[in-house]
T-cell receptor
Framework: ETGVTQTPRHLVMGMTNKKSLKCEQH?????MYWYKQSAKKPLELMFV???????ENNSVPSRFSPECPNSSHLFLHLHTLQPEDSALYLC?????????????FGQGTRLTVV | GQNIDQPTEMTATEGAIVQINCTYQ??????LFWYQQHAGEAPTFLSY????GLEEKGRFSSFLSRSKGYSYLLLKELQMKDSASYLC???????????FGAGTTVTVRA
């Protein structure tokens, strides 16, 4: 248990569906992140929120839309995805965004787009 | 971005030692992290190095040479439960993210 909880753990969706991934952290951290993990590839940073403000959008397609309503919750809204978007989506949090602050990861949502 | 390289796979025997190397090319280096990720689970933090030298934590040690852009994670007295993917990640100044390598899958055999 890392203190970061993601739901759902598994999701299968069609290309025309709309779904949302949820992340909640119980660590009192100020920064939250979405990463994408594809097989045999490095984790790719998608979005960073610091104190509920988006500070980085790493050239992610608009079919992925993040939302951070408060410092404990982070969502990733999905619509009209493509099969190549199938991957493990990991949420992480850290005390802040600098220096030696380690990131704590959730267990991820395994997304399959059909 | 940062070029981070680590071997794809390594295999070792229970009780042995394995060393996972990580090389990186970056400007404004501000720390290197090692994470362990078991299949289907979250990556978990193992170690952090920002100064040259060796950091030891029980069976695991991590080494950093900033001038060489090189780190290694040393796993001693290997156990079956150490079979996992090991991720090297680098942080730079004025950047919010950790940049990750593709990970090294370590398989421990009896």
């Amino acid at each position: 248990e890392t203190g970061v909880t993601q739901t759902p753990r598994h999701l299968v969706m069609g290309m025309t569906n709309k779904k949302s991934l949820k992340c909640e952290q119980h660590l009192g951290h100020n920064a939250m992140y979405w990463y994408k993990q594809s097989a045999k590839k490095p984790l790719e940073l998608m979005f960073v929120y610091s104190l509920e403000e988006r500070v980085e959008n790493n050239s992610v397609p608009s079919r992925f839309s993040p939302e951070c309503p408060n410092s404990s919750h982070l969502f990733l809204h999905l619509h009209t995805l493509q099969p190549e978007d199938s991957a493990l989506y990991l949420c992480a949090s850290s005390q802040d965004t600098g220096g030696n602050t380690e990131a704590f990861f959730g267990q991820g949502t395994r997304l399959t787009v059909v | 971005g940062q070029n981070i390289d680590q071997p794809t796979e390594m295999t070792a025997t229970e009780g042995a030692i394995v060393q996972i190397n990580c090389t990186y090319q970056t400007s404004g280096f501000n720390g290197l992290f090692w994470y362990q990720q078991h299949a289907g689970e979250a990556p978990t933090f193992l170690s952090y190095n920002v100064l040259d030298g060796l950091e030891e934590k029980g069976r695991f040690s991590s080494f950093l040479s900033r001038s060489k852009g090189y780190s290694y994670l040393l796993l001693k007295e290997l156990q079956m439960k150490d079979s996992a993917s090991y991720l090297c990640a680098v942080r730079v100044y004025n950047d919010y993210k950790l940049s990750f390598g593709a990970g090294t899958t370590v398989t421990v055999r009896a």
